[in-house]
């Protein structure tokens, strides 16, 4: 068999470490080369860049997962790497080509959907929820050092040893999924040829959010979900672009902030959300988790100095705890059999988010006028930076504006889960799920159920 040892958690970490290790290490340059690239509307081209990148994702997501299922996973693993690292050495050799890539490679770019299917493969299902965290915490950790190791070799060595150290690490993580990953999916679970059909409701993105209006308290959760995701997707587009450019952030400021609100949120997402889950319960968890999200982003959108930034990352922190608490509440709610159905509905929300979220944040600063027009890229230039910052911020009443349209967007969110219940009847659920779902259901694969849930693990918040 191709492969160092038997198929094993450790071999997905790795993959996973090493490739957003590489990417971490970009965080500054790729803010630099974005404003260089785009110096008029560069709120909006980030915007329309993720945009396009996260509704790609969205729609092969369920394709690439149901080939993988035929072919195999580590050919999968191979393709998803190698395609979200191409436009790596890019960055360099042509800024317009490396965003480009960037927009079409969303294609491939599901990395996450394969390797916790590789995870499902090998792990029984009470194992599975730990593999899971092992591999979100490895996620976690490995953008928790990389910006900062990423920013100071830039200022120490310039730029171009950061894209080459990158596409190093990329091609290495390539290298081991060739010579040290083994294949998870046996062989006998596998059609008997590669000419196997595939049915077009495994491979369609919207199949499961169809479903979604069939059941009232998975409607509710899934609202929640939306709403409470939508601005969080469009945050991770533009924040960091947001601090270095509109606060004044300096390269080295910004890995700073990634570290430390990683580190918390890794903390707010084992020690906190166990202990609220215990004291509060399920629903109230949630209900905290949205209030801090509310009151973080407001925070972002009126804060007007860099201490604000700090103080409102410590809040977001904490409301890091609203997915997993949903997560839970989801497979409390939903029958044993119908978990994978209603977590897929659920992924295939927050895929719709990855896409509409960011593009809507460049809209939304592109309406209200914030713009880098004025602002000298050089850091020695700084007098020069704060003097364009608050001129920027005088034109403006509110900094950020997107930010205040997340707040009411997650306020929202939470008069719905308001109406969320705690507890409900399990059985008379599972018999009105079943007349619903009883011509969808998944795959008798051991997979299935885990392969429908990974996803949740694939944006926790660093």
Same mark, same amino acid.
């Given at each position: /068999?191709?492969?160092?040892? $038997? =198929?094993?958690? @450790?071999? !997905? &970490? #790795?993959?996973?470490?090493?490739? +957003?290790?590489?990417?971490?290490?970009?965080?500054?340059?790729?803010?630099?080369?974005?404003?260089?690239?785009?110096?008029?509307?560069?709120?909006?081209?980030?915007?329309?860049?993720?945009?396009?990148?996260?509704?790609?994702?969205?729609?092969?997501?369920?394709?690439?997962?149901?080939?993988?299922?035929?072919?195999?996973?580590?050919?999968?693993?191979?393709?998803?790497?190698?395609?979200?690292?191409?436009?790596? /050495?890019?960055?360099?050799? $042509? =800024?317009?080509? @490396?965003? !480009? &890539? #960037?927009?079409?490679?969303?294609? +491939?770019?599901?990395?996450?959907?394969?390797?916790?299917?590789?995870?499902?493969?090998?792990?029984?299902?009470?194992?599975?929820?730990?593999?899971?965290?092992?591999?979100?915490?490895?996620?976690?950790?490995?953008?928790?050092?990389?910006?900062?190791?990423?920013?100071?070799?830039?200022?120490?060595?310039?730029?171009?040893?950061?894209?080459?150290?990158?596409?190093?690490?990329?091609?290495?993580?390539?290298?081991?999924?060739?010579?040290?990953?083994?294949?998870?999916?046996?062989?006998?679970?596998?059609?008997?040829?590669?000419?196997?059909?595939?049915?077009?409701?495994?491979?369609?993105?919207?199949?499961?959010?169809?479903?979604?209006?069939?059941?009232?308290?998975?409607?509710?959760?899934?609202?929640?979900?939306?709403?409470?995701?939508?601005?969080?997707?469009?945050?991770?587009?533009?924040?960091?672009?947001?601090?270095?450019?509109?606060?004044?952030?300096?390269?080295?400021?910004?890995?700073?902030?990634?570290?430390?609100?990683?580190?918390?949120?890794?903390?707010?997402?084992?020690?906190?959300?166990?202990?609220?889950?215990?004291?509060?319960?399920?629903?109230?968890?949630?209900?905290?988790?949205?209030?801090?999200?509310?009151?973080?982003?407001?925070?972002?959108?009126?804060?007007?100095?860099?201490?604000?930034?700090?103080?409102?990352?410590?809040?977001?922190?904490?409301?890091?705890?609203?997915?997993?608490?949903?997560?839970?509440?989801?497979?409390?709610?939903?029958?044993?059999?119908?978990?994978?159905?209603?977590?897929?509905?659920?992924?295939?929300?927050?895929?719709?988010?990855?896409?509409?979220?960011?593009?809507?944040?460049?809209?939304?600063?592109?309406?209200?006028?914030?713009?880098?027009?004025?602002?000298?890229?050089?850091?020695?230039?700084?007098?020069?930076?704060?003097?364009?910052?608050?001129?920027?911020?005088?034109?403006?009443?509110?900094?950020?504006?997107?930010?205040?349209?997340?707040?009411?967007?997650?306020?929202?969110?939470?008069?719905?889960?308001?109406?969320?219940?705690?507890?409900?009847?399990?059985?008379?659920?599972?018999?009105?799920?079943?007349?619903?779902?009883?011509?969808?259901?998944?795959?008798?694969?051991?997979?299935?159920?885990?392969?429908?849930?990974?996803?949740?693990?694939?944006?926790?918040?660093?």
């Amino acid at each position: /068999p191709q492969g160092i040892g $038997s =198929p094993s958690v @450790y071999h !997905a &970490v #790795i993959v996973i470490f090493l490739e +957003f290790f590489a990417w971490g290490l970009l965080t500054a340059p790729t803010l630099v080369v974005l404003h260089e690239t785009f110096p008029k509307h560069t709120f909006l081209m980030n915007g329309l860049i993720q945009g396009v990148k996260g509704l790609l994702s969205f729609l092969s997501a369920p394709l690439i997962g149901a080939l993988s299922d035929v072919w195999g996973r580590k050919s999968f693993l191979l393709l998803t790497v190698f395609f979200t690292c191409a436009p790596i /050495p890019l960055m360099k050799i $042509s =800024p317009w080509w @490396y965003f !480009a &890539v #960037i927009s079409v490679s969303g294609v +491939f770019a599901v990395t996450f959907s394969v390797v916790f299917a590789y995870v499902a493969d090998i792990t029984q299902e009470h194992e599975r929820s730990m593999a899971y965290g092992l591999v979100s915490a490895t996620f976690a950790a490995s953008l928790v050092t990389s910006p900062a190791i990423g920013a100071y070799l830039g200022r120490a060595y310039g730029d171009s040893l950061v894209v080459v150290l990158a596409t190093a690490i990329a091609l290495l993580d390539i290298c081991f999924i060739l010579v040290a990953v083994p294949e998870s999916l046996p062989e006998k679970m596998r059609p008997a040829s590669w000419g196997a059909p595939i049915s077009w409701e495994q491979a369609d993105p919207f199949a499961s959010l169809k479903k979604v209006g069939q059941d009232s308290i998975v409607l509710l959760i899934c609202i929640t979900v939306f709403l409470s995701y939508l601005p969080e997707a469009g945050q991770y587009s533009s924040f960091f672009l947001y601090l270095r450019q509109i606060m004044g952030f300096s390269s080295e400021s910004v890995a700073a902030f990634i570290a430390v609100l990683g580190i918390l949120s890794i903390i707010a997402q084992t020690i906190v959300l166990s202990l609220l889950m215990r004291s509060i319960g399920n629903k109230n968890t949630i209900l905290l988790g949205l209030g801090f999200q509310i009151l973080q982003l407001a925070w972002y959108g009126f804060g007007s100095e860099p201490w604000m930034m700090w103080a409102a990352g410590a809040v977001a922190a904490m409301s890091s705890i609203t997915f997993p608490a949903v997560s839970a509440l989801v497979s409390r709610t939903a029958d044993a059999d119908q978990q994978g159905v209603v977590q897929g509905m659920i992924t295939g929300i927050r895929g719709l988010c990855n896409g509409l979220g960011p593009a809507l944040y460049g809209f939304i600063f592109y309406i209200f006028h914030v713009e880098l027009n004025e602002l000298p890229m050089p850091e020695s230039q700084s007098g020069g930076s704060v003097a364009a910052q608050h001129h920027l911020q005088q034109n403006s009443i509110i900094p950020g504006p997107p930010f205040l349209f997340g707040a009411c967007s997650v306020l929202l969110a939470l008069l719905v889960a308001l109406f969320i219940p705690e507890h409900t009847n399990l059985n008379v659920r599972s018999s009105n799920w079943k007349k619903h779902c009883g011509s969808h259901g998944h795959p008798h694969s051991p997979q299935a159920p885990g392969e429908a849930k990974e996803p949740l693990l694939q944006d926790t918040n660093v």
